[in-house]
Every structure is written in C-alpha cells, then in structure tokens.
C-alpha cells in the first residue's frame, strides 16, 4: 500500500514571541525528519500566536522573514512543512498556509478564506478567493484553516477533484472540541479522504481575552477511524497512514459516482461561491 509518515507539531505558541516559536519550529522539525516524516505539519498562526492587533508586525511577504526562515528548515531537513503565517501582501495581511517542500521552494499558498469574526479576523485579515488543491508526489492533497472546517462545500470541492487527503492548521478553542471531533470526522467520511488536523494547545492571550487552546490534533482517515489523536499536551506526534484506504472506500461505497450534483443545485452553489 503506499504509505505517508506524517507528523504533527502540536505546540503552545507565545503570542508575540516569533523567536521563541521559531526555536520550537526547528525543533520540532528536526525531530520529525529523524522520525522518517514525509510531511510536518503545524497549527494555525504557530509563529506569533493570536495577538491580532499588532498582526502587522509579525507579518512577511512570501519571499522573506518568517517564510524564508521556514524554507531554509524545510531544505536543511528534506522535509515537506505546512502551517500557517500572516503573509504581508501590500498594505494587507493574509493568514496563509504555504506548503514548502523538501528543497525549500513553495509550491502552492492557501489563504484562508472563512474569517472567524469572534476572534477578529474579520478585522485583520483579507479573506482569501480559492481553494488549493495541490499535486504532490502522494496525490492530490487539499488545504484548509481552521474555521474553514465549518464549511463542508470547500471540502466537497477537494472530494470531487480526487484529494487523497487534506491538511488543516488549527488554533481551536477546547471550549468547542467536540465540535472538532465531529467536524473532521465528518469531513473525512463524507469525502472519503485523510483528514489530517493540527491545533495549537495551551493558554494565550488574544484580542477577545484569554483564551485555551483544545490541542486533541488529529488524523482520520477515509473510513472515519481515527488514526492519531493527540491530547492536551505540546508535543511532535507522528504516524504512517496507508494511502490506498481512500481508492478503498471509494471503491465500496462509490459516493462520487453517485452523487447528483445537478438535482440539488450543487454545481450552481459552488458557482456562486466561487468554489
């Protein structure tokens, strides 16, 4: 079966301490390479935190600060590295999700598009405008945020274009995990596909008070097993999925063959949305 070592980088990341983060970052990188890990993922925001109104001063543009820090780790490791970042794009910032691979380079930006307004991101981001489905060596592998979960068009979407599995950086309050748990179950059952998630953990102040952070990062795969479940402590944690589940499922219960996108509206929807 082909198979996928994934790690996730569940961490408490200091609102406002970049260097701080960034030495958790290299760490955990590290310690994923010397793992065997094809792919590293990290939470939501993991290199500033959730202080938004100084969220300009921690912001990059794509070819600097934070993200050329996060490309030279991904090239001295060999590693692939997603999680997202405030990217600077002119007067505005983005909260994007770059996907570096092993050599450094980035090949796709996927810049969130639902803004959680309880938090204010309405207030300090751009929303983005698309979806990311990228091709990697794996298979088609679909990107999210977050709040984006609530959203299961978005996911459809990544169904319908053939994702084997999506990657999804998250800074979820534990207030609302059981809402996680049902969320990305549900997304990777009805699309049959991995979800793999990775939330931050822990305590931190943010524009709308303290807040924690539920952790519980996960994976599910196509069948709605949970492979990995993390708890509420900072940590790597790693797993071997096995790919070939999702032609599995979708060969046993064929969802996409029998989907009738055209007698509920559903293309039109999407359309509409600009998904």
Known sequence: ?????????????????ERRNMDVMQQMVAEAARRGSQVVLFPELWSCGYGLENIQDFASPLNSGIFAQ???AARQHNICIVGSMPEKRGVSVNNSAA?????????????????????GEDRRFNAGQAPLNLDLPWGKTGMAICYDLRFPEMFRRYGVEGSRLVLLPAAWPLSRIAHWRALITARAIENQYFMVACNTVGEAETDEGPTTFG?????????GETVLEAGTMPGLYTVEIELDRVEEARARIPVFEDRRAGAYG??????QLDL
């Open 215 to 223: 952790g519980h990062s996960m994976i599910v795969d196509p069948w």
């Open 70 to 72: 996060t490309s030279t």
């Open 99 to 119: 996907f570096f691979a092993p050599n450094g380079q980035v090949v796709g930006v996927y810049r969130k598009m639902h803004l959680f307004r309880l938090m």
């Open 266 to 271: 559903l293309d039109d929807i999407m359309s």
């Open 1 to 17: 079966m082909a198979k996928l070592n994934i790690s996730l980088a569940q961490m408490t990341v200091a609102t406002g301490n």
